[in-house]
């Protein structure tokens, strides 16, 4: 699948995660984040830049619970519990985080 962007096909899977990580950038984020009915707070981009770091380190994206571990033990307290994250991703917040992140989809998520 693709999307256009542009003026440029995007590849992706078919729940609209990119395959190329390299295409992902900060606009094309955004993008795809208003083509899903969700318009990004500073929050949204906070645990976004989160799961890219964690994904730079681990080469995984954080399950759920690791991403609230992550957010609470870099203060983060207010976004660290699952329903605060549930309201910022309503289709799920690890696999809604790593698809705007321009990550995989989590392996867990089916």
Not at 54 to 65: G, H, L
Request: proline share 5%; hydrophobic share 35%.
């Amino acid at each position: 699948m693709t999307i256009e962007y542009n003026g440029r096909q995007i590849l992706t899977d078919e729940d609209g995660y990119l395959k190329n990580e390299a295409d992902w950038s900060l606009d094309l984020m955004h993008f795809m984040a208003k083509r899903d009915g969700l318009t990004l707070t500073e929050e949204h981009i906070l645990i976004i830049n989160e799961v890219r770091e964690y994904y730079k380190e681990f080469a995984t994206t954080p399950p759920i619970r690791g991403l609230i571990r992550l957010l609470k033990s870099k203060g983060y307290e207010k976004l660290s519990s699952s329903i605060t994250l549930a309201k910022l991703f309503p289709d799920g917040a690890a696999k809604s985080a790593a698809k705007y992140a321009g990550l995989p989809k989590p392996i867990k998520c089916i």
